[in-house]
């Protein structure tokens, strides 16, 4: 419709290999120096100002850190990373102890106004079309490298009891909420990605809604690394308490490079009795040139529990940056009756490797979950699933249905996958479906005999595909991530 | 308005066209009838520009034009519509978008601003309802789990709304009931206009009795071996197609 | 990364076993290639859960630490146990049979076969030095196939000329009696246009014991083969089994395994296609109680285009028994067109049965179509209380549905006496009348 017809204009205008956020924030960093040691961790602790606790929890997880392999079972390959060539502290001079926007660098605010990300407390206006245009507010926390820049609407949060602050706050303000949740879901040694976030990481959101409370905007998150040679590692901590309801969006980008920058986040949710989290991701990290230089590495570790009964975890992603990514958003149905949910558009072109997928373990009874993913390659990228789904023993009733398809344009890429299917509870059942297959010569002649070109039969086919899941998004993520899609598949037909 | 000249075409190295001549001036509709295999849906393909067949001599020309150098979307702008036999599900996308996506790349190619939304729907809706054409089947995805008669008024709906000034309609009646017929019938009778032409592809001389032709033509091995008036179909009807296929067909 | 290999007592007794064995083996020019998958042994170990292909079945965990090779048996002990192993019986075919690793001609229908085929024992081809493995690169490093060359004994050689149409199945029977391990690798080559049914056996006696088997089938252009393989044997075995198929053009392979019997059960099949219009068709009906473990794993090659496969797989598990499948469509750069469709279904009987499925698509080709589907759950109960408002027992009703869900692979077999045979065996497997 008019997305579709947008997107195609917007398209035709943007060169090949133009990534339209691939620009540079020319601004004063305060820089850890280079490499990993205890010393940095202290540094960054130091910068953070925080408690002693945390710090011990960090230099431990650095201390586990050191045992460990970096995983090599993904079907990702990239050159040996050097943990030590980093930067793990990176942040834009004078933005300690802000006290309102009006003191935000202007040049930063720029960066925002640049990315779209709105940082000022009004009302954004988003629909797919004229007819639904719809008024949101959206509560963003923005953060810069290592530091959070901006949290807006954080007042009007705070009336309605909700807790909406950058991580490195929450441990301060709140030590007794973090100290109770902070690595409860992905515990410190998880993994070496998650390990290595434990140790080092710099920034991130922290979210409480309290019982009973639904929370009266969305909340988001916006992502952005800008220094080079610079690791992100932001950490992410969401508590829904008993009945309460947020949804919370989440955006990346990155400036171009011809360096691999490494972004490892880890992501925690928390869902008490009878709450539910909506968690929606729009990954767009600078993928590299079509020739496969530059781009980030997107290590991430996401994981919700459903922790009490009735809870309910939704994760949703589009995911079209990064020249590597490794993400699997996971839920863990502890509670009885508690619902999981995946839904994901994992695009790859030029030359990305994408291994990404869910896993939805139910431990409890009648718990149930739904898996749907859409993978599409295009130029000469790799893209796989990797999913588990498994029932425990004590998962009576536990359902889960899988759908899980894959499109290939072009015949120099790959498109996997790799689901695992555990079950050891007789009453719990699974379905799990795949398809692989790719746009039909039949669907695009129909399209072309009625007059729309052959670029607008792809992108207004491949929005067909891909339309359970972006039904899934809020609305003002829904039409930026249709756009992302189709400028992610440019130049490749023909 | 169309002329194809010793038309020759084949599919993987089997001839199926072997000199087809034919030239419809506006306003005429002409019924091409015949055995399976004859070529009649191959002919229909090759007008709309599918990709499978290769043209190995003749020419198609519409309005003196050029059609074979076209690609099948600039023939549609140009105003050339295929009702087709098997019409296409893509799934996820919505009737609706669909037609008005195809509508304003017309538009566009043609020079013409963009129907705005409202007015669009309001003529959506004028037609769907001569159509029988639900709001329902206009929300779902575009022919996903429609009927046989669904999907055949869903066409001629899109003939409708895209007014091209040539249709072929291949084997229309295929899978239609009797009252499904005397719908798609009426809608296709309704866009019969002295600007308009079209050619009719069918088995059988039922839909003749509908849409009643001007010129009925015999194809057979990918020839047109005989034409006449409307009168040929009821011959054909009642005596089959054996005069042409050398007895072969009874 | 280096790891050390642990060395298990299980793993060190294997160890022992393999260099002990190494100079009564057959074959002076096959010797180094023993020595060769011995190295290989030593340096990687025992498949465990560590090793993604064996994640479900640790072979480590399982092999017995006491090893030794299967010994000669007398005649009239392979007679009383040939009259009550289960196995498929009354079955109009040719039988060659092996007994403990050895292909015994005294045991087998030689005159019948005289003129058909051409059949050589693999310990005469070794001696000859005219055996030679051609592994598949799918299959290269596989941990089973390893151990086979290592301590390979014996087989048999089955080539069917071109044109040459069997009209009866060749019966390939495996016995083991007494105990020990024993290591086998047959090879059937059906020539150009030449069609062929095979039925593999595999049974054994109640004493724990190892068999390694493997079988090689290459289909030339236009033939077509069909195989049935029926895995019977004791309570106390561990079987592992290795097939691998390489298609000509336009040819045809159907491969169906049932699989109910020994204690550790892993069944490998490597398919590839290496010629254009060619299908296969590979089915399996699994059932397995106490705390049998069976896993049926699959590698289909699409390197061509083309080419069909299509993969059904049914287990059931009851008691404590735990079920893995694993299979792979692997459609390769150039293999356009082809059609790929797997299935695995399962069906548990018990609070403590498992089931492990991991259906997996590695496309590199665009214009394909491939498709997995898997289900896991327990006996419909609609169905249940369907029979048993009819008044059939519960007990019979679910076994009734369980012979009804097998049979749906089974009735894939294209040799009617083969389908009803093996209906029948399942039937008894499960008591019921039949």
């Known amino acids: 419709m008019a997305a579709v017809k947008e997107t195609v204009d917007q398209v035709r205008e943007i060169d090949v290999d133009q990534y339209k956020y691939g620009f540079v924030t020319d601004i004063e960093t305060d820089k850890a120096p280079k490499g990993l040691n205890e010393d940095i961790i202290r540094f960054i602790s130091a910068k953070k100002d925080e408690p002693q606790w945390m710090l011990d929890w960090r230099l431990d997880a650095y201390k586990r850190w050191q045992t460990m392999q970096e995983p090599s079972w993904a079907r990702v390959n990239y050159p040996e990373i050097d943990f030590q060539d980093l930067y793990y502290y990176a942040a834009p001079k004078n933005t300690e102890g802000l006290k309102s926007l009006d003191e935000v660098d202007p040049e930063l605010l720029r960066t925002y106004e640049k990315l779209g990300i709105p940082l000022q407390e009004q009302e954004i206006l988003a629909g797919v079309s004229e007819e639904n245009r719809v008024h949101t507010k959206v509560a963003v926390d923005a953060v810069f490298d290592s530091v959070s820049v901006a949290t807006t609407f954080k007042e009007e949060l705070k009336k309605a009891g909700v807790i909406f602050c950058p991580i490195s706050e929450a441990v301060k303000e709140y030590p007794e909420l973090v100290q109770k949740y902070l690595g409860s879901v992905v515990p410190v040694t998880d993994n070496f990605y998650a390990t290595l976030n434990s140790a080092v990481f710099t920034d991130g959101s922290f979210v409480y809604i309290p019982e009973g409370v639904r929370c009266p905007m969305e909340l988001s998150t916006y992502f952005r690394i800008n220094e080079q040679n610079t690791g992100q590692f932001e950490r992410t901590l969401i508590i829904a308490d008993k009945g309460s309801y947020v949804s919370y969006l989440e955006g990346c980008t990155a400036p171009q490079r011809d360096e691999n920058q490494l972004h490892a986040a880890v992501v925690e949710l928390v869902a008490l009795e009878d709450a539910e989290i909506k968690y929606s991701t729009v990954q767009n990290w600078y993928p590299g040139d079509s020739e496969g230089k530059g781009g980030i590495y997107n290590f991430v570790t996401k994981r919700g529990d459903c922790r009490e009964k009735n809870a309910k975890i939704s994760w949703t992603q589009v995911e079209t940056g990064s020249a590597i990514t490794w993400k699997y958003p996971s839920c863990i149905l502890r509670g009885e009756n508690s619902v999981g949910e995946f839904y994901s558009i994992a695009i790859s072109n030029g030359r990305q490797q994408i291994d990404s997928g869910t896993k939805m373990i139910h431990l409890g009874k009648n718990t149930s979950s739904r898996i749907i993913s859409k993978g599409i390659s295009a130029g000469r990228s790799e893209n796989t699933y990797r999913g588990l789904v498994s029932a425990h023993k004590k998962a009576s009733h536990a359902r889960n249905f899988t759908q899980c398809d894959s499109l290939l344009i072009g015949d120099q890429c790959g498109a996997h996958t790799v689901p695992y299917i555990e079950s050891k509870n007789a009453s719990a059942v699974f379905e799990h479906e795949a398809t692989t297959s790719k746009i039909s010569d039949d669907q695009m002649f129909y399209c072309r005999a009625r007059g729309i070109g052959e670029e607008e039969a792809v992108a207004l086919i491949v929005n067909g595909f891909v339309k359970d899941v972006i039904q899934q998004l809020p609305m003002e993520f829904a039409v930026e991530a249709q756009k992302l899609i189709n400028i992610s598949l440019e130049g490749s037909v023909g | 308005m169309l002329e194809i000249k010793n038309l020759h075409a084949e599919v993987e190295g089997n001839k199926i066209l072997r000199g087809i001549d034919l030239t419809i001036k506006a306003g005429e509709v002409h019924a091409i009838m015949g055995p399976n295999g004859s070529g009649k849906s191959t002919l229909s393909y090759v007008l709309a520009g599918k990709d499978d067949y290769e043209i190995t001599e003749g020419e198609i020309l519409f309005f003196g034009e050029d059609v074979l150098e076209m690609e099948p979307e600039e023939r549609a702008a140009v105003g050339m519509f295929l009702a087709m036999q098997y019409p296409i599900e893509i799934p996820g996308v919505a009737n609706m978008t669909f037609l008005k996506t195809a509508l304003n790349a017309q538009r566009q190619t043609r020079g013409e601003p963009e129907l705005k939304t409202p007015d669009f729907m309001k003529r959506v809706k004028e037609l769907s309802a001569k159509l029988n054409v639900t709001q329902e089947m206009l929300r779902r995805p575009l022919n996903v789990g429609f009927s046989g008669g669904e999907k055949k008024r869903n066409e001629i709906l899109q003939m409708a709304l895209l007014e091209p000034k040539f249709c072929v309609l291949d084997e229309t009646d295929s899978g239609l009931d009797i009252d499904a017929l005397r719908i798609v019938s009426e809608g296709v009778n309704a866009l019969r206009s002295e600007e308009r032409s079209m050619l009719i592809i069918t088995h059988y001389q039922r839909l003749l009795d509908y849409i009643v032709p001007d010129v009925v033509h015999v194809m057979y091995q990918g020839r047109i071996v005989k034409s006449g008036d409307k009168d040929l179909a009821l011959e054909l009807e009642e005596k089959g197609y054996a005069d042409y296929t050398g007895g072969a067909a009874a | ?434």
């Open chain 3, 1 to 434: 990364m280096t790891l050390t290999v642990v060395k298990t007592p299980s793993e060190e007794a294997l160890a022992a076993l393999l260099d002990g064995a190494q100079a009564a083996l057959p074959g002076k020019d096959f010797a180094s290639v023993r020595a060769d998958a011995v190295e290989k042994f030593r340096s990687e170990g025992l498949p465990n859960r560590r090793v993604e292909e064996w994640k479900y079945s640790d072979l480590k965990r399982v092999m017995p630490k006491d090893l030794s090779l299967a010994g000669e048996v007398s005649a009239d002990e392979i007679s009383k146990q040939m009259a009550v192993v289960p196995r498929l019986r009354g079955l109009d075919c040719d039988r060659l049979v092996l007994v403990n690793g050895v292909f015994r001609a005294d045991l087998s229908d030689l005159d019948a076969l005289q003129g058909k085929v051409s059949l050589t024992p693999v310990s005469k081809a070794l001696e000859e030095g005219a055996f030679v493995l051609d592994e598949l690169e799918i299959a290269k490093g596989d941990r089973a196939l390893t151990l086979n060359t290592a301590l390979l004994q014996d087989g048999v050689i089955i080539d069917v000329a071109d044109g040459v149409e069997l009209e009866r199945p060749i019966e390939i029977l495996s016995l083991m009696i007494g105990g020990g391990m024993a290591t086998t690798r047959n090879r059937v080559s059906v020539g150009k246009n030449a069609k062929a049914f095979i039925l593999e056996t595999f049974v054994g006696d109640e004493q724990a014991y190892q068999v390694n088997e493997a079988i090689d089938f290459r289909i030339a252009d236009g033939a077509s083969l069909s195989v049935s393989r029926l895995l019977s044997e004791g309570v106390n075995a561990l079987h592992l089994g290795s097939t691998t198929a390489i298609l000509g053009e336009k040819s045809h392979f159907e491969h169906f395994t049932m699989s109910t019997g020994g204690q550790f059960t892993r069944n490998t099949a490597f398919v590839k296609f290496t010629g254009e219009y060619s299908d296969a068709e590979l089915f399996g009906a699994t059932i397995i109680g106490r705390n049998q473990h069976s896993d049926q794993t699959l590698l289909v090659d699409h390197a061509v285009p083309n080419c069909n496969s299509k993969e059904q797989y049914r287990t059931v598990m009851d008691d404590k028994a735990q079920g893995v499948f694993q299979g792979k469509i692997f459609v390769r750069q150039p293999a356009q067109k082809t059609d790929g469709q797997m299935m695995s279904q399962a069906l548990l009987l018990s609070e403590d049965a498992a089931f492990f499925n991991k259906p997996e698509l590695e496309i590199f080709a665009d214009d394909v179509q491939c498709a997995h589907g898997a289900t896991c759950g327990e006996l419909d109960e609609d169905l249940l209380f369907y029979l048993r408002a009819r008044g059939i027992p519960l007990d019979k009703a679910k076994k009734m549905l369980v012979l009804a869900f097998l049979a749906e692979a089974v009735e894939h077999v294209s040799n009617d006496a083969v389908v009803e045979a093996l209906e029948g065996f399942i039937a008894d497997w499960l008591g019921l009348d039949h």
